[in-house]
């Protein structure tokens, strides 16, 4: 039987002035056309030819051997080539761009950036992507807390933080409370698993533990110092979106890092301010 969107085997029935006429190996269905820009000199009929059926550009079926990046339900990182106000273009190996849908996006999509997609067959039997991707990303995974990996944002919410595609097959999130950064839809990560939940869902953090984490920040807080004359206006009173403007972190590591520095004998603690020494 003939699949829209997969890779497939096809027997060459009989050429043509316009290319080769396929038809499914094992059933009587209506033979598609391929193209002769794609038939290759060893080419014969009966032939056993693989094949990816999609719809050209006036919506036909055929056959090109062409290897796209992704096949049905399949997901892929792909690349924005064009914005219209009916949807996106994204290169996906093939002469036609695949299509986005505008209610299948997550976020306003650019040309030149790449998300996070899969693909599906609409109601027309037309393959289309979406960003709406959680129910193609599997929960059994083989990674261990403690394990860092990478990862494509693929939706981000005000309450419960970045959603993230771990290596861009695995579910997983980042919360709220560990999000010191602001993440967008598309841009890949690197996090680190803090938790495997009993359903497989990974929770994560773009953070080392804390106490590897505190040597980063002190060494963040005195470059910064050291560009600011030797004074940061920042103290474990101030507020903590400052701090997270200033320096991408929370308060509590602010205040876990300063300590150190204090101990350390680095920083002397001023009422608005920290100082060098």
């Known amino acids: 039987m003939m699949k829209i969107g997969k890779i497939q ?12 006429y396929l038809t ?6 209506p033979e598609i056309l391929l193209p002769k820009k794609y ?22 079926l055929v056959a090109t051997t062409q290897k796209p ?11 924005v080539v064009a914005v219209s106000e009916q949807g996106a273009f ?48 599997m929960e059994e995974s083989h990674y261990e807390i403690g394990q860092w990996v990478k990862g494509v944002v693929y939706n981000t919410h005000e309450i419960y933080g970045a959603y993230i595609a771990v290596e861009n097959c695995y579910s997983g999130r980042v919360p709220m409370k560990e999000l010191h950064e602001d993440l967008k839809i598309g841009q890949e990560v690197e996090v680190r698993i803090t938790r495997i939940h009993e359903d497989g869902k990974l929770e994560l953090s773009l ?29 474990d009173n101030s507020d903590p979106e400052q701090i997270k403007a200033l320096l991408q972190m929370s308060k509590k590591a602010f205040k876990r890092a300063i300590g150190k ?4 004998g680095l920083i002397i603690i001023e009422e608005n ?5």
């Open 69 to 79: 990046k992704l096949q049905i339900n399949e997901m892929a990182y792909l690349e």
């Open 261 to 264: 520095l204090y101990k350390e």
């Open 39 to 60: 038939l290759q000199e060893d080419f014969k009929e009966e032939m056993l030819i693989e094949v990816f059926v999609y719809r050209d550009s006036e919506d036909r």
């Open 207 to 235: 953070r080392e533990k804390s106490y590897l984490q505190r040597d980063e920040d002190s060494e963040k807080i005195l470059n910064l110092m050291d560009a600011q004359n030797g004074i940061l206006k920042l103290t």
């Open 90 to 137: 994204l290169d996906w190996g093939l002469e036609k761009d695949l299509f986005l849908p505008y209610k299948e996006q997550k976020c306003e999509v650019e040309k030149g950036s790449s998300y996070l997609i899969a693909m599906y067959l609409d109601k027309s039997d037309r393959l289309c992507a979406t960003m709406n991707i959680s129910k193609y990303l």
């Open 273 to 277: 301010a920290i100082k060098k020494k």
């Open 9 to 20: 085997d096809m027997k060459l029935k009989r050429f043509s002035t316009v290319g080769a």
């Open 24 to 29: 499914p190996v094992d059933e009587n269905e």
